[in-house]
């Protein structure tokens, strides 16, 4: 049973909501798998970001616990021209169903991202995003990137299991601020004399009492004083207003300026440091993706329908002084590894990995070798995802990442990119 | 198979007045009106209980099982209720305004009020339920889908509903009330029009969050055009001017010292 | 018609219309009058609560959701614009018809009644948020200063002068005495922010990010931090324009109380 099951107090007497969920876990069966992350067409997921190496840890905590979020992205050189760019505005944020975590930090290659900034194309960045568990439920945790103009960038999914606190106390989330008072962020500013409840308060009693007097304390309502009026004609229809409406209408006049007068004198009073909202675009130094030895050229690509399989033809040289094995095709977050190379650090509770959905024509290349080389990454998963829809996008093309390892096992990287033809049968 | 009116007045025979006794209460206003309120708190707990436990993935099968049928149920509902209602309230229209008593007229007034009651208390279940869940849902939720559990809700039942309570009203109006028979009332039918168009104008929100407008920010202009249709409200204004002019001539008829009541 | 049968369809009027004001001597009447006038308050009220949440979600509703909207440049500018455009079209037929000047104390009364049960239901149980985090703005007070200016000087023109440009002046004044906190300055990762800066960081909006946010950014014309007063001024202006052109067009509206014979 996996479903995203928040607590809720609303109809506390009732239970409606509890009886409800229940009956609904009963019935229901099978993994909610995705959130947003299948929806967007095949070839924006393939030609936007990679995102690798992406970890939650730990995976089953308590409210109020901490959830560390980690890992790299790559932003590609294949980046849709048509579509606003990462290059302008992006933001680092976390995909889970409201604010069932609290976020306590991010960073983006170590610059704190409150803010938003801009990513270069064709350059890493490592990201760590750390929670703190709120509300207490079974999530799907993504991480995520809003990019301004163009939607959202939805890394894979992990899911994070977040049990009751054992003292069952409410959720506290206490700050101090610069002049020296400790807060709760959770009912911050609410109760209390001069507080938000307070003054709705007041200003709801004063505008009820408008309003009685009004329409509470007339004989007179709409149809009389309608028909009164049309008697009259405008030019004598203010005779329907008193003396009486006057002065009332004055006291309130005279109460509530002095009253909104008053709450701004207080709230300057009580507290005399405040500052604006803040806001801005901070930079974040890109990292250059490492050069490793291999140099690729994309052939042509071709995607069977009835195989679930992308073959790629390239032809790769190693320039280097050590044999390479290509280990694994990464895109649109699909995980293509080929077992026969076996490298590459598998997370808990990562999903979509196909542990050997790579065949590589060749498994060694020599250095100074220059070799045709056929990639075929092939698995359900393209239909599971909704990969297959790319022939019905309007621009067929793909990107991807490539990882291969030298024979001291170092890890290398490079995305390759191209046109890509369905076959049919 | 348009018929002449037969009725009569059945108005109470109370002791202070015929016509004063018969409109203490509006039985049908509260009945339709717990109603309503009943089927909104109905889809409030649905939402709350399924909206993020099976809705955040529209391709999943989960999705698919519990709220795509809620979606044709509600289209399925909602034509029906209108078309049959409207339909009905056609074919069995009055063409004899003289032969409708003035009680009769009066007593219809005070049904059509009712009607607007419960449509008023929809109204106020729509402003306080549904708007802001859509706002609440889309800001924290990644959209993948036009249908999303709130759209199913607000788009497909909640303010459809409305129109589906407008339009056979509308009709009745105008078959049943003398003041209304045989011409249209154009405030009323602005009121009609405009909460209506709100459903076309669908086509241009998902049209333009699909193709050009790739963020939640809820004010932004994409959305101007449901703000816009919402000023037909502002026609019920001279509605209410109507309504004024023909009941309080009608309550001072009936009420006058030598009025004589209507008899069969 | 001929010029005879108009002056004896006036006539007729006349005497009916003389009638009508006799029946305002009628305690019968007068009994009926309240019971019809009681329902049609309802209606009004819980039709404009949906107006106004309408208009207002959809053209201020983000500064009103989030305190870390709420700031000095936008927000104190477009909510007057946004409220007053509303009121203004509804007070103009309400004023003209039955010199009640209410209109814009009950639309900012039910929009902040409506806001209230929306956020509990909406943001905080649907979407867990703290109310901390998502309270509504009032602006009772500023819709009080508008219909007492009306009562007291009986004139639209001179109320737009002052009611509307003192509702746009004072939201950010009267808004301050609960909101001042959250302005309060925090270091958080060696950075300035304010609380509810933090707030907006630390609860989590998935599809809500940071440069979402419409609110006031440094230019080098910035002089002397003076933005609140300028925009305090500029939306006073921008209230009486705003507030006279929804009158303007709320006289047109209310004259549109006809009939026509056909739907064209």
Partial sequence: ??????????FKGLQFHSVLAVLALMLLAGDVMAHGERAQLASMRMRTVHWFDTQVTPLNVKVGDLVTVTGKLVTSEWWPKHMPSIEETVFLNIGVPGPTFLRLHSEVNGVPMMRSTAFPLGKVYEYKTVLRARVAGRYHVHPLLNVKDAGSLVAKGSWLEV???????????????????????????LSGFGGVYFWHVVWIVVGIAYLVYWLGTKRELFIPRFIRIRA???????ELLTKNDFVVSSIFFTLTLALILTGYLWAENRYPITIPLQTGLVDVEPIDIPAGDLEVVVDHATYELAGRSLTMRMNMTNNGTSPIRIAEFLTANIRFMNAKVGEGEIYEGEEMISRDGLTVSIDTIAPGQSVDVDLVASDALWEKYRMTGLIHDPDSRFAGLIFYYDDVGTRYYQEVGGA????FF | MALSNTQTATLETGSESKVAGHFKRNRFAYMCGAFALAVGAALRIYLDTMGFAVGTDYYSEEFQTYWMPLLYGEIIVLCSFTVILSVYFWMTRE?????????????????????FTVMGIWAGAIASNAVESDAAWHQVTIR???FTPTHIIIFYFALPFLTAMLIPAFIWTHTRIPAYMNKISLPFLAVVVGILMIMPNYGFNEWGHTFFYAEELFAAPIHWGFVFLGWSLFFLVPLAVQLFTNMGRLIAETTAEDYKQHSA | MSQAQAEEVTEIEAKRRLLDIKSLDNPKALKLYRRFDGILILVLFTFLTLGIQIQFTLTAGDWDYWIDWRDRRWWPLISPFTLLLFIGAFTYGIWYRLRLPIIATAVTLLLCLVSWLSRYLNFVEFANFPMSFTFPSTYIGLAILLDCALAMTRSLVVSAMIGGGLFGALVYPLNWAFMAPYKVPVEFNGTL???????????????????????????????????TPLTAVFAGLCGIVIYAIFLYAGSWINGLDKYAKRIV
């Fill in chain 2, 144 to 146: 993948d889908t036009d």
């Fill in chain 1, 1 to 10: 049973m996996n479903r995203i099951v928040a607590r809720k107090t609303w």
């Fill in chain 2, 95 to 115: 063409t004899d305004a003289s032969s409708i008593s003035k009680e009769l007229e009066l007593s219809r007034y005070w049904r059509l009020l009712g009607v």
């Fill in chain 1, 232 to 238: 009259l004609g405008q030019d004598r229809a203010n």
């Fill in chain 1, 163 to 189: 049990a009751e606190n054992d003292s069952g106390e409410p959720f506290v989330n206490e700050i101090t601020t610069l002049p020296g008072d400790t807060i709760d962020l959770e009912t911050y500013g």
């Fill in chain 3, 193 to 227: 922010m304010s609380v509810a800066d933090l707030m907006g960081y630390e609860y989590i909006r998935t599809t809500t990010p940071e440069y979402l946010r419409i609110i006031e950014e440094s230019t080098l014309r910035t002089f002397g931090g003076s933005v």
């Fill in chain 1, 420 to 423: 890509v033809l369905p076959e």
